[in-house]
């Protein structure tokens, strides 16, 4: 009888940590990771930021390098493209047409950016993998003209990065400000106005009409200096083996609560999926975050193992903007009401309430790591379900840490 066989398609954080994290449960039968990368698995955030900005040729922070896996017994095929899944045979079917069983089946192939579809995007640089990151890094030369089209997470940090190494930069943002999903106005006006200073120059409600050699035009006539030209106007998840397999979908791979697609032998994790939430009434949501993509991995590992958890973290997201440190918990967006919270001089928290006076999210700015422990605490809450006191949110002196006492 062959030996059941847990195999990982995906080698990102959510692969990686899952790889672990069979081992962390006891499970002693193979473990095979499939990446079409051939590189062992690295972290990520580092490329839009460390990984541009230090003076040393960047290289991958590994998150399981090959002595690693070695000592977990985990079978890493690199630069192997998953292409097909044949689910009535159970198996993984890579682009050299070997095939790979598998008892239990995870999929963790992330998302990719989204490309311009106007005339001359061909020449707009993305980032998803270390190589972009190298090559960006190789074009932000002190002088040059920066464009980066999409005012998100993403282009933001760029910016950051690009202005920094001496770069003229200018974000063109269609929406009528920039972190229009997610971040409240009056913390993403704090960034936008750091980014002023640091003489990045934001376009909002910005309509591209043509894309040039060295330039972007602009439907009021604007003409953008673009020596450099980069798409950061948000990410797809990578869908298409699913797809093609058969399985469910729904903005991303379709999932229940315990991470499980309509395959009962498949389970997906990541940016790639979509899930319902047991403490937002189960509203389906996919999130494209570093903590979350390790979080599912775990708990998806142990349902694959037998298990019944259902996946209920609280949404956490987080971005280095210069010396600011922007943390988002939550749903802000579900809120009605908001609490504002000044833990110290320079930093700032929104607490966000839902109807019932339920804590739903909770915004914070701040230099360093000034809001860290408090957006924590306010996560803690949320998940807890938390009707708290508006007067102790408010007050910096209180202390969050006593609302969790039961």
Same mark, same amino acid.
């Given at each position: ?10 080698? %990102?954080?959510?692969? #990686? ?29 580092? *490329? ?7 003076? &040393? ?21 690199? %630069? ?9 045979? !159970? ?7 070997? !095939? ?18 106007? #005339?001359g995007a061909e020449r707009a640089l993305l980032l998803r993998d270390l190589a972009d990151s190298i090559k960006i890094r190789s074009e932000f030369i002190g002088g /040059? ?16 990065? #690009? ?15 920039? =972190?229009?999903? %997610? ?5 993403? #006006?704090?960034?936008?106005?750091? @980014?002023?200073? &640091? ?47 058969? *399985? ?16 009962? @032998?498949?389970?997906?994790?990541? +940016?790639?999926?979509?899930?319902? @939430? ?14 979350n993509a390790s979080d599912q991995a775990s708990v998806a590992v142990e349902n694959m193992l037998g298990g019944h958890r259902p996946y209920d973290a609280v949404p956490?997201?987080?971005? +280095? ?24 001089? %320079?930093?700032?928290?929104?607490? @966000? =309430? ?29 998940? /807890? ?14 202390? =969050? !840490?006593? *609302?969790?006492?039961?």
């Amino acid at each position: 009888m062959t030996e059941a066989s847990m195999v990982i398609v995906g080698g %990102g954080k959510a692969g #990686a940590r899952a790889a672990i994290a069979f081992r962390e449960n006891a499970w002693k039968g193979p473990v095979t990771l499939i990446s079409d990368e051939a590189l062992a698995p690295y972290d990520r955030p580092p *490329l839009s930021k460390a990984a541009i900005m230090e003076d &040393a040729e960047p290289q991958p922070t590994y998150l399981l390098d090959d002595g690693m896996m070695a000592s977990l017994e985990v079978n890493f095929l690199r %630069g192997s493209a998953a292409t097909a899944i044949d689910r009535s045979a !159970k198996t993984v079917v890579l682009a050299d047409g070997k !095939k790979i069983p598998y008892d239990r089946l995870l999929i963790a192939t992330g998302a990719e950016p989204r490309r311009l579809s106007q #005339a001359g995007a061909e020449r707009a640089l993305l980032l998803r993998d270390l190589a972009d990151s190298i090559k960006i890094r190789s074009e932000f030369i002190g002088g /040059k003209s920066v464009a980066i089209i999409g005012g998100g997470f993403i282009g933001l940090e760029l910016a950051a990065s #690009a202005a920094k190494r001496g770069c003229r930069v200018t974000i063109i943002e269609a929406q009528p400000r920039i =972190l229009m999903r %997610g971040v409240p106005p009056e913390i993403a #006006a704090r960034i936008a106005a750091r @980014h002023a200073e &640091a003489g990045v120059a934001i376009l909002t409600s910005a309509v591209i009409t043509e894309i040039g050699p060295d330039r972007v035009l602009l439907s009021d006539g604007r003409q953008i200096p673009a020596d450099i030209l980069i798409a950061g106007i948000g990410a797809a998840p990578r869908v298409k083996l699913a797809e093609s397999a058969g *399985l469910a979908l729904d903005n991303g791979i379709a999932c229940n609560t315990y991470l499980q697609t309509s395959d009962p @032998h498949i389970f997906a994790v990541g +940016d790639c999926c979509s899930f319902p @939430h047991p403490i937002f009434g189960n509203e389906r949501l996919r999130l494209e975050a570093w903590r979350n993509a390790s979080d599912q991995a775990s708990v998806a590992v142990e349902n694959m193992l037998g298990g019944h958890r259902p996946y209920d973290a609280v949404p956490w997201f987080w971005t +280095d903007q210069y010396e600011l440190n922007l943390q988002i918990a939550g749903l802000p967006q579900r809120g009605i009401s908001t609490v504002e919270r000044v833990p110290r001089e %320079g930093a700032m928290i929104l607490c @966000h =309430l839902d109807g019932t006076g339920r804590l739903v999210g909770a915004s914070g700015i701040g230099p360093g790591n000034s809001i860290a422990r408090d957006i924590r605490l306010l996560e803690m809450l949320i998940g /807890k379900r938390a009707v708290p006191d508006p007067a102790a949110l408010a007050d910096p002196s209180f202390q =969050l !840490k006593s *609302l969790l006492k039961p």
